[in-house]
């Protein structure tokens, strides 16, 4: 729990650092608004995989001294593009302190090789968009591709003789997958 934040798990398929036997890994984002977010970020087949609060960055100018700044997101795509990602309700309603912090944080992501997009709710509640990939998400365990947790399994367990042999493998394969 935090004072000042509403913290929300989201399980997502694409948040992984390296390849994974389970279908998805729990990851914490600070409110409903990223949350809805990473439904987008899990079904856009473009992504390869993101990362919540990925870096903090040390802001300082003439007005600024020793601020940080933590995007949202980091998100990878199959293009080998990378971005940050700040997700807001709206961007119009934001001071100018606040934009002035963004403008210079903007030019340090950009000099690191990133994009940077700002996504705000019109764009992440869009209906019915966001309740079909809300519904997606539900059933897409029973989509996951599991040829990696099997190659694990198989390399393992070269030559089970039961079930068992399966079900007790070192690498922690889960039985959803094995059967």
Same mark, same amino acid.
């Given at each position: 729990?935090? #004072?000042?934040?509403?913290?929300?798990k @989201?399980?997502?398929?694409?948040?992984?650092?390296?390849?994974?036997?389970? #279908?998805?890994?729990?990851i914490?984002?600070?409110?409903?608004l990223?949350?809805?977010?990473?439904?987008?970020? /899990?079904?856009?087949?473009?992504?390869?995989?993101?990362?919540?609060? &990925?870096?903090?960055?040390?802001?300082?100018?003439?007005?600024?001294?020793?601020?940080?700044?933590?995007?949202d997101?980091?998100?990878?795509?199959? /293009?080998?593009?990378?971005?940050?990602? !700040?997700?807001?309700?709206? @961007? !119009?309603?934001?001071?100018?302190?606040?934009?002035?912090?963004?403008?210079?944080?903007?030019?340090?992501?950009r000099?690191?090789?990133? !994009?940077? @997009?700002?996504?705000?709710?019109?764009?992440?509640?869009?209906?019915?968009?966001?309740?079909?990939?809300?519904?997606?998400?539900?059933?897409?365990?029973?989509?996951? /591709?599991?040829?990696?947790?099997?190659?694990?399994?198989?390399?393992?367990?070269?030559? &089970?003789?039961?079930?068992?042999?399966?079900?007790?493998? #070192?690498?922690?394969?889960?039985?959803?997958?094995?059967y």
């Open positions: 729990a935090s #004072p000042v934040k509403n913290i929300f @989201f399980p997502s398929t694409k948040s992984f650092s390296e390849p994974i036997h389970l #279908p998805f890994k729990m914490i984002v600070e409110s409903a990223e949350k809805d977010y990473c439904f987008h970020l /899990d079904a856009d087949r473009s992504v390869l995989k993101y990362f919540p609060q &990925p870096i903090t960055f040390l802001i300082n100018s003439e007005q600024l001294k020793d601020l940080r700044y933590t995007p997101f980091e998100v990878q795509f199959l /293009d080998g593009r990378k971005a940050y990602v !700040e997700v807001k309700k709206e @961007f !119009e309603s934001l001071d100018a302190f606040y934009l002035h912090k963004l403008q210079l944080v903007s030019v340090e992501i000099r690191r090789g990133y !994009e940077f @997009f700002f996504v705000d709710a019109a764009m992440i509640r869009k209906l019915p968009l966001l309740d079909n990939l809300k519904k997606l998400q539900r059933y897409r365990a029973h989509f996951t /591709d599991n040829s990696l947790a099997l190659i694990l399994l198989k390399n393992s367990v070269p030559n &089970p003789k039961n079930l068992g042999d399966l079900i007790g493998n #070192p690498t922690g394969v889960r039985l959803e997958v094995i």
